[in-house]
């Protein structure tokens, strides 16, 4: 398997899906890396040369952020919101939908499961 970027890309793939795999590369990133590095973006992994392998490896480390510093930069994003306590910040605190979305109805992936409401029925007491 080549490496790029600190992660293990697929060799038996087209170049361009295998860098998908890379946290930050999408559909659109990836081809755009193949386009500015002359890279043929249909080819398989296995068959391109280290050379190609580099250029790609190059391009990745120059022009985008990737894997680790892409994910501390979301993380410092998120805490700088929460720190000056906007309303999204309050939102991600809370683990609510942040965007708008409403949550009378929707929002169980973010809310979590439901939670009954009221207090506990208890046994009458025999004296």
Known sequence: MA???????????????????IYGIGEAKAKEVCESTKVDENTIVEKLSEEELDKVRGYIDKNLQTEGELRQKQFRDIK?????RSYRGIRHKLGLPVRGQRTRHNAHTRKGKSK???GLKRKLEKT
């Open 116 to 118: 009954p409401v009221g």
């Open 3 to 21: 490496r790029v970027a600190g992660v293990e890309i697929p060799n038996d793939k087209k170049i361009w899906v295998s860098l998908m795999e």
């Open 80 to 84: 700088r919101l929460k720190d000056i």
